[in-house]
């Protein structure tokens, strides 16, 4: 058969390969008989040797394929690609050389375990044996390790405060092995079940033909699929379980379309490559491109477990697919594909345009006609991706807001009925209400309640058809722009409302005459004061409708800081270490960093927005981050600007990244220019807290201005005089020259719309630091050392450079040089007597000049003290003068007596290290204890002990008294900065291998080695 005589099908393929990307859940009779039919023709081809090449996106995560899936899915599949996705990934390093172990078959796992090598490999002195860890939520063999971990939780007999975390079956790592022999052929051994052994059904083998190649494998009841591959010396894998977690956690109805589409017979010669991406549209992008380079012809993309917008992800996925001239698919219906096909045409299309798809379920036979269709006319969908953007009725809101059986109310909700459009579902019911165009501020008026939009699942949109907010963010929680003065962004736009609202525990029907809309209507909102922005006496004018209240209330809800872009050359190595994964992934992704504002311990929430004039020219939807720690940590999902996000005490790093397709930008704005433009202004949300403790502030009206009592809709004018004093906060940490406190303008009744929100800048209250800590941080001696080994010097030549001074020399300047070359970490070990004695030298030289020290204390005196009050006549009070030293002079000795103190007590614990007491052993056990407790209770005398700065002396000290507990607690809660953070996983390890709890020790084992390896640590509880 002629070329020209084929189908379009079969033209494609002649053309050049095709790729799929699959996406879940489909049943496929009609593709079925399409691709026979193209399978004959192509039969008769010049090219019959090139294969369909079909590209999936997705996380795969809990996909539900069964065991009896699995060969026929390996068959088909062709290689795996994390995309930098963290989930799958193994970490793998050398196992520790210890032969005699090696010979008896065992060897210690990367979760401190000793694990037990199966009689069956072949182990000798030419095989390379690595250990690893897998991390990942969803794994095989859940019910297993729950059953474990049912039999390994001891009893707690503590109260509920003290008690250890507690971890599910999917929070305990499971070690993995991979044994390679001199051919190259590999040996996988994953302890799934958690007995320090290999059983059958966790052993894979990958020989060196099939490197190149992804295995789907079973695994007891479950579908692995593994990824290996040498890159250079250095050997990665992946892991992905394509079966889900717990039976009891699944259903098949999550089950995506395009797992039943991957396995029908007419697939069978096709190329499946896998491409593991959540909807962040960074990662997006990075996935689309992989997918362009590896030459997919189709592209088919599982949008059913999404957090974002389906509408937002689709309008990248259509200017990616212009832009790269890749057909996609998707697995649900938006107004860019009504029919599953995502048409770059329909970019023009309005956002309002997804209530048509409102409620609707995606359908498997409607995504199959859509797959079929894209096949036989590949090479017309190839076109369609270049097609001209449409105009028109379809790009305009009122085609879709404007009922044709009455005009939107303001007042109520009106139900709107779906337009005849056979490609949409017609039996969706949506109610609509008009936004006025002069509206300020918005509620939905229940019999029982007034509920503001954002806490309902409603949507607004604006006059223009873009959406401004609603609950079907990822977390029901979100505001896309700052200040959330909804309304008035939405005014002339629409309100979109499902049939039933919950509210307040009640299902109420939005249709229902019991519900109403109540607006607050004016000429424009409040956001900033006539005069000063800050003072006693300020003056605000309201103009609206209506009468105006004889008093407002000015209650601050949001306190707002400005986060400072920081170039990549000043982030900390540890937190670019943690996010190499997710840094240099693609040409077409911004990538900026941000030190978010101090935290000081705060569990708060974090919730981050753009300024109005950044998010013209870096749209949202564009948007993502991910939140990285100095210590390692990092929560790498998909989390967007607006959201609330989950949080720890530490500062976090905030890493966004911004998706580059030339068509999302203004045309005066070309996409190569943008990756080095001026980076995001991003905004820093906290709950305000009044500086005079009170919620509310009372303004009275002093003047008030009718133009026309008898004109309704006349503006009428009052001002109203009160204190903006008050909207400060005194959390100075987070306060800057852009700090601000954003106060609600009310009537009193909180419930009620608002006139506004008032912005108040707060003055800079960042002082220069006092007192004798900001000495102790920055010591000249130490830096010079540090400049020393920058220079190339190494530790043991900046020791031998510094003379001991004589044992006479009162010089502290001279005894603390030499006491800080004795103690640096390369050396201290050696030498930790000596660093005790010159410490102590130091302290009784410093002691003399300040004419006394603190006395010793007990760690929790504090407490003690504030429960049950001083004694009328203390030691503690007779030395008070010396906790706070008045001149500079005795501030900086009294900064050198803490840093000698506090290297004291951490020598004399390091006395008690095993590797020490092996070179060193302790002779005098009570001795050595009298000496750590008087040396940590001098240090409990001079300094806050929970301070991050000397937390991890408290740790040691609740450690070697046999209180992990307390140890944990104290590490946990105040660890959250300063020297503690490079071992904070070191620490967790050691308390949670004190726990008693195996899980625990697992756990803390593994994150340690991922923090060895140089890999973050996933965010995840505890």
């Known amino acids: 058969m002629l070329r020209s005589q084929a189908s379009p099908a079969a033209a494609a393929l002649n053309d050049g390969r095709w790729m799929m990307v699959w996406i879940p859940s489909l049943r496929l009779a009609v593709l079925c008989a399409a691709l026979l039919a193209c399978a004959s023709v192509h039969a008769e081809s010049p090219h019959a040797e090139s294969p369909l090449r079909i590209g999936w996106i997705d996380d795969f995560s809990r996909l539900g394929v069964s065991v009896d899936q699995a060969a026929a899915l390996d068959a088909r599949t062709q290689a795996f690609n994390r995309c930098g996705q963290r989930e799958p990934m193994v970490v793998l390093a050398n196992c520790p050389a210890d032969p005699l172990a090696i010979e008896q078959r065992k060897i210690e796992g990367a979760c401190g375990q000793t694990l037990e090598l199966p009689s069956e490999w072949d182990v000798s002195d030419q095989t390379r044996l690595l250990r690893g860890v897998w991390m990942a939520e969803v794994r095989p063999h859940y019910d297993q390790r729950q059953s474990w971990l049912a039999r390994q939780r001891p009893s707690d007999e503590d109260s509920p405060n003290e008690r250890w975390p507690l971890l599910d079956a999917d929070d305990v790592p499971c070690d993995v092995v991979v044994s390679i022999d001199d051919h190259g052929d590999w040996l996988i051994g994953c302890d799934f079940d958690l007995d320090l052994r290999f059983q059958r059904d966790e052993q894979f083998r990958l020989p060196v033909s099939k490197m190149d190649s992804t295995r789907i494998v079973r695994c007891g009841q479950d579908v692995l699929l593994l990824e290996a591959e040498m890159k250079g010396k250095q050997p990665s894998l992946s892991l992905v379980c394509l079966s889900g977690s717990a039976p009891g956690q699944w259903s098949d109805a999550w089950r995506p379309a395009i797992v039943d589409v991957a396995l029908q017979d007419a697939l069978e010669a096709a190329q499946w490559r896998l491409f593991a991406c959540d909807n962040g549209p ?183 058809g873009r959406r401004i907010s609603g609950m079907e963010h990822s977390n029901g ?148 981050y991910a939140v990285v720690y100095e210590n390692g940590r990092i929560n790498s999902h998909d989390h967007a600007v607006g959201d609330l996000a989950p949080s720890t005490p530490m500062t976090g790093w905030i890493l966004l990244q911004a998706a580059l397709p030339a068509e999302a930008y203004p045309a005066h704005q070309h996409v190569s220019n943008l990756a080095r433009a001026t980076a995001p202004e991003l905004l820093q949300r906290w709950p305000a807290i009044s500086r005079s403790g009170q919620r509310a502030m009372q303004w009275e009206r002093v003047e008030r201005l009718v133009t026309d009592d008898n004109a309704a809709h006349q503006p009428r004018s009052a001002r109203y005089r009160g204190s903006t004093v008050g909207l400060g906060t005194p959390e100075s940490g987070r306060t800057g020259d852009d700090a601000s406190v954003w106060a609600r303008i009310g009537d009193g009744n909180p419930m009620s719309p608002m006139w506004g929100l008032l912005q108040v800048k707060v003055p800079q209250t960042r002082q220069p630091q006092t007192g004798w800590l900001p000495l102790y941080d920055h010591d000249p001696l130490a830096e010079v050392i540090v400049r020393h080994k920058q220079q190339g010097q190494s530790a043991k030549q900046v020791l031998q450079a510094i003379e001991k001074p004589a044992d006479d020399s009162t010089d502290i300047v001279a005894w603390r040089q030499y006491l800080l070359a004795l103690d640096q970490p390369e050396l201290r070990k050696r030498h930790l007597d000596r660093v005790v004695q010159t410490a102590e030298r130091v302290l009784k030289l410093c002691e003399q000049s300040l004419g006394g020290l603190p006395a010793e204390q007990d760690p929790y005196h504090a407490e003690l003290l504030a429960t049950i009050g001083p004694s009328p006549r203390s030691e503690a009070s007779e030395t008070a003068m010396f906790w706070q030293p008045t001149t500079v002079a005795q501030m900086q000795v009294y900064a050198w007596a803490v840093d000698a103190v506090y290297r004291q007590v951490r020598a004399i614990g390091y006395r008690e290290l095993p590797e020490v007491i092996a070179e060193q052993p302790i002779k005098d056990g009570d001795a050595q204890n009298q000496a750590y407790e008087s040396a940590f209770y001098q240090l409990c005398g001079m300094v806050d002990i929970k301070d991050p700065r000397f937390v991890l002396t408290l740790v040691r000290y609740h450690r070697r008294r046999g209180e992990p507990r307390q140890a944990y607690k104290a590490l946990k809660w105040n660890a959250y900065e300063g020297p503690s953070l490079p071992w904070y996983f070191k620490k967790e390890r050691d308390l949670f291998r004190d726990s008693g709890h195996e899980a625990l020790a697992r756990l803390g084992s593994a994150r340690w080695f991922l923090r060895e390896q140089g890999y973050g640590v996933p965010d995840r509880q505890p």
């Open 477 to 624: 929680v979100r505001f896309d722009h700052f200040p959330p003065v909804l309304s008035v962004l939405a005014r002339g736009g629409t309100l979109l409302s499902p049939r039933q609202l919950f509210c307040s525990g009640k299902t109420v029907d939005a249709g229902s005459s019991n519900v109403k809309v109540r607006w607050r209507r004016g000429v424009q909102p409040i956001t900033r004061l006539i005069g000063q922005p800050y003072g006693a006496s300020q003056t605000l004018k309201l103009e609206g409708y209506g009468e105006s209240p004889v008093e407002l209330q000015i209650t601050p809800v949001h306190q707002v800081s400005k986060l400072e872009n920081v170039p990549s050359g000043l982030v900390p190595e540890s937190v670019r270490e943690a996010a190499e994964g997710l840094l240099n992934r693609s040409g077409q992704v911004a990538t900026f960093w941000y030190r978010e504002s101090p935290r000081q311990g705060d569990y708060t929430l974090r919730h981050l927005f753009q300024t109005a004039e950044s998010a013209k020219v870096w749209p949202n939807r564009l948007l993502q």
């Open 282 to 464: 960074a990662n997006m992008v990075v996935a689309l491109e992989a997918a362009a380079r590896a030459e997919c012809d189709l592209v088919l993309v599982n949008l059913q477990r999404g957090k974002r917008h389906s509408t937002d992800v689709v309008r990248l996925l259509a200017e990616l697919s212009r832009s790269l001239r890749l057909p996609v698919v998707v697995t649900v219906p938006t107004p860019l594909s009504p029919n599953y096909f995502v048409e770059p045409a329909r970019l023009s299309v309005p956002d309002i345009a997804e209530f048509r798809m409102r409620g609707t379920r995606p359908s498997a036979q409607a995504f199959e006609t859509a797959v079929t269709e894209t096949i036989e006319q590949l090479a017309g969908r190839v076109r369609a991706t270049q097609s001209a953007v449409l105009t028109g009725p379809l790009t305009q809101p009122d085609y879709y807001a404007s009922p044709a059986e009455a005009s939107l109310s303001p007042e109520r909700f009106t139900r709107l009925s779906a337009l005849a459009d056979d490609t949409l579902d017609a039996g969706s019911e949506v109610y609509a209400a008009r936004v006025p165009a002069d509206a300020i501020d918005g509620r939905v008026v229940f019999p029982h309640f007034q509920a503001a939009f954002d806490s309902l699942a409603v949507t607004l949109y604006d006059r223009r």
